[in-house]
C-alpha cells in the first residue's frame, strides 16, 4: 500500500533532484509581477517538503530577494538592511515587496503623463522662435522690435 502511494524512493530522488534544480534555476522574468513570482516559487518549495526536503524559512526569504529582477535591487538592499532575513516571513516580504511594486507603477505612469504633456509638434528642439531650423542661436533672426515688452515697466 506505501509503496504504491508513495511511490518507490528512485522515484522520489529523482522528483527530489528535478525540482532542486528547477529551484536553483528560478528567476523573476522581465515584467513578471510580485505575485506570480512568488507563486511559482513558493509551489515548488511545497513541491520539495512534500517529497521530503523541507526548506528553512530564511532559504526561501534570501532566495526570493536574490532573484528579483534588477529593478527591485534598491529594495532588496533596504529589506535586507532592515529587517533580519532569518527571521521574516514570505507574508512580510511579500507585502513590502507589493508596496514597492505599486509605488514602481505609479512612478511610471507619472513619466508616462510627463512624456505625453512635454511633446508637441509646433515647439521642437533646436528650433528657434520662428520654428525654422536656420535662425538658431542669439540675435541672428529679424524679428519686429514693435512687439518688445520691457523688462521693467512691461511696455511695447
Request: aromatic share 6%.
Amino acid at each position: 500500500m506505501r509503496q504504491k502511494y508513495e511511490g518507490s524512493t528512485k522515484v522520489k530522488r529523482a522528483q527530489l533532484q528535478a525540482l532542486r534544480r528547477e529551484y536553483e534555476l528560478l528567476t523573476m522574468k522581465d515584467g513578471e509581477k510580485v505575485d506570480t513570482y512568488l507563486a511559482r516559487t513558493l509551489t515548488i518549495v511545497n513541491k520539495m517538503e512534500a517529497n521530503g526536503d523541507p526548506l528553512t524559512l530564511g532559504t526561501v526569504v534570501a532566495k526570493i530577494l536574490r532573484f528579483l529582477s534588477p529593478k527591485f535591487n534598491y529594495v532588496v538592499c533596504s529589506i535586507k538592511e532592515s529587517n533580519n532575513l532569518d527571521t521574516m516571513t514570505i507574508d512580510e516580504l511579500h507585502g513590502s515587496l507589493l508596496v514597492h511594486e505599486q509605488r514602481m507603477i505609479g512612478q511610471q505612469e507619472d513619466e508616462q503623463a510627463l512624456k505625453i504633456t512635454t511633446s508637441s509638434p509646433s515647439r521642437g528642439w533646436g528650433r528657434g522662435r520662428g520654428g525654422s531650423s536656420r535662425d538658431r542661436g542669439r540675435g541672428r533672426s529679424s524679428f519686429n522690435k514693435s512687439t518688445i515688452e520691457c523688462y521693467k515697466c512691461h511696455k511695447l
